[in-house]
Protein backbone atom coordinates (compact mmCIF):
# COMPACT_ATOMS: atom_id res chain seq x y z
CA UNK A 1 0.00 0.00 0.00
CA UNK A 2 1.27 3.28 -0.93
CA UNK A 3 1.39 6.40 1.79
CA UNK A 4 1.22 9.92 1.00
CA UNK A 5 4.59 11.81 1.47
CA UNK A 6 2.87 14.74 3.45
CA UNK A 7 -0.41 14.70 5.93
CA UNK A 8 -2.59 17.93 5.29
CA UNK A 9 -2.73 19.93 8.02
CA UNK A 10 -5.94 21.67 8.19
CA UNK A 11 -7.37 24.33 10.80
CA UNK A 12 -9.71 21.53 13.00
CA UNK A 13 -7.38 19.56 13.61
CA UNK A 14 -5.12 22.71 15.19
CA UNK A 15 -8.27 24.07 16.76
CA UNK A 16 -8.56 20.51 18.47
CA UNK A 17 -4.74 20.19 19.27
CA UNK A 18 -5.21 24.08 21.12
CA UNK A 19 -8.17 23.70 22.83
CA UNK A 20 -8.50 21.15 26.08
CA UNK A 21 -12.56 21.54 25.99
CA UNK A 22 -12.77 20.45 21.99
CA UNK A 23 -14.55 17.24 21.68
CA UNK A 24 -11.87 15.71 19.54
CA UNK A 25 -8.94 17.35 21.61
CA UNK A 26 -7.77 13.62 22.44
CA UNK A 27 -7.72 12.38 18.98
CA UNK A 28 -5.96 15.33 18.22
CA UNK A 29 -3.27 15.08 20.69
CA UNK A 30 -2.98 10.97 19.56
CA UNK A 31 -2.13 12.22 16.21
CA UNK A 32 0.37 14.50 17.25
CA UNK A 33 1.82 12.10 18.82
CA UNK A 34 1.80 9.39 16.08
CA UNK A 35 2.98 12.42 13.44
CA UNK A 36 6.02 12.84 15.61
CA UNK A 37 6.87 9.07 16.07
CA UNK A 38 6.21 8.73 12.40
CA UNK A 39 8.34 12.06 11.21
CA UNK A 40 5.39 12.79 8.80
CA UNK A 41 6.09 16.09 7.41
CA UNK A 42 2.67 18.70 7.10
CA UNK A 43 1.59 20.58 4.38
CA UNK A 44 -0.98 22.89 4.36
CA UNK A 45 -1.68 26.39 2.35
CA UNK A 46 -1.73 30.23 3.27
CA UNK A 47 -4.87 30.35 3.24
CA UNK A 48 -5.66 27.25 6.15
CA UNK A 49 -2.37 29.08 8.44
CA UNK A 50 -4.56 32.80 8.08
CA UNK A 51 -7.76 30.65 8.75
CA UNK A 52 -6.12 29.60 11.94
CA UNK A 53 -4.58 33.00 12.80
CA UNK A 54 -8.20 34.57 12.17
CA UNK A 55 -9.35 31.69 14.52
CA UNK A 56 -7.01 32.72 17.41
CA UNK A 57 -8.90 35.56 18.15
CA UNK A 58 -6.68 36.45 21.26
CA UNK A 59 -4.17 38.17 20.13
CA UNK A 60 -1.52 36.40 22.31
CA UNK A 61 -2.36 33.28 21.05
CA UNK A 62 -2.48 34.62 17.13
CA UNK A 63 1.21 36.18 17.50
CA UNK A 64 2.47 32.87 18.97
CA UNK A 65 1.41 30.76 16.32
CA UNK A 66 2.70 33.21 13.99
CA UNK A 67 6.01 33.55 15.52
CA UNK A 68 6.40 29.35 15.77
CA UNK A 69 5.20 28.87 11.71
CA UNK A 70 8.24 31.48 11.02
CA UNK A 71 10.63 29.32 13.06
CA UNK A 72 9.62 25.24 11.98
CA UNK A 73 13.02 22.93 11.61
CA UNK A 74 11.74 22.08 8.03
CA UNK A 75 9.02 19.27 8.77
CA UNK A 76 6.05 21.16 7.20
CA UNK A 77 5.53 22.90 4.04
CA UNK A 78 2.83 25.66 2.77
CA UNK A 79 1.40 25.62 -0.60
CA UNK A 80 1.68 29.05 -1.76
CA UNK A 81 -2.01 30.49 -2.27
CA UNK A 82 -2.79 30.71 -6.06
CA UNK A 83 -4.61 32.83 -8.20
Known amino acids: MKYAKFVFLDTAYVYALINT ?3 WHEKAVAWQE ?3 KER ?5 TEFVLVEIADGLNYSRRRL ?3 RNERTKDGDSQTAPRSL
Request: hydrophobic share 45%; proline share 7%.
Open 40 to 44: KPLLS
Open 64 to 66: NFI
Open 34 to 36: RLA
Open 21 to 23: RDK
